[in-house]
């Protein structure tokens, strides 16, 4: 069982569209990752939030901590084919240091 | 190297056999954690050493899984009597220090025919 839900599962879009994923938990979290993960590679990190309700901006990425640090989500403007990827979520339950990670939701931006 | 470096990065052996699974950490981080990804699962926490010893092998399935560090550098995961169900990709990630981000490598492939 993972403490972390994300939602979609899946997400195909057109270029240019914009999308969001979303990353959901009963339980609070100290911390907060995002990741991306390509075919036969780790996943690599994208933000690490820590403040209820901080907002971070990536370029056309932008991630969001929830206010009771039990929720996030990543928005991504303009959706490129490059953007195609798995990300996943990540916390880091408080005074601990392994990541619980969510399944992840598998982005296909389309030409 | 730069990155996290894990050997070897496929792996293919059969049910009851030993496998060593290696990983190279970035250069000076103290915090080394393994981790283990089903497929269309995310990674799930298996064990954490900080320095040399484990600090936290909560994760690990049973008991035929073990992993050492023993200069606090490399790391080596060890899986005994093989079964058909620890197919998966095994990722390694490092950090400075434990509250840090953690890097991971590209993983090892593991296949259990």
């Known amino acids: 069982t993972q403490l972390l839900e994300q939602s979609p599962q899946f997400l195909s879009i057109q270029e240019g569209e914009n999308l969001t994923v979303y990353c959901n938990s009963s339980?609070?979290?100290?911390?907060l990752q995002w990741y991306r993960q390509e075919p036969g590679e780790g996943p690599v990190l994208l933000v690490t939030?820590?403040?209820?309700?901080e907002v971070k901006k990536l370029k056309r990425l932008t991630f969001q901590f929830g206010d009771a640090r039990k929720d996030s989500s990543l928005h991504i403007t303009a959706a490129q084919p490059g953007d195609t990827g798995l990300y996943l979520c990540a916390g880091t339950p408080p005074n601990d240091y392994k990541l619980s990670f969510g399944a992840g939701t598998t982005v296909t931006v389309r030409a | 190297g730069a990155g996290v470096s894990q050997t070897p990065s496929n792996k293919v052996t059969e049910k009851g056999k030993y496998v060593e699974l290696r990983c190279d950490p970035i250069s000076g981080h103290t915090a080394l954690y393994w981790y283990r990804q089903s497929l269309g699962q995310g990674p799930e926490f298996l064990i954490y050493?900080?320095?040399?010893?484990?600090?936290?092998d909560s994760g690990l399935p049973n008991d035929r899984f073990f992993a050492v560090r023993p200069e606090g550098s490399v790391s080596t995961l060890k899986i005994q009597r093989t079964e058909r169900g620890d197919s998966a990709v095994y990722l390694c990630?490092?950090?400075?220090?434990?509250?840090?981000?953690?890097?991971f490598g590209d993983g090892t492939r593991l296949s259990i025919l």
């Open positions: 939030v820590v403040t209820g309700g």
């Open positions: 339980s609070v979290f100290s911390s």
């Open positions: 050493f900080q320095g040399t010893g484990a600090a936290d």
């Open positions: 990630a490092s950090s400075p220090l434990p509250d840090q981000p953690q890097h």
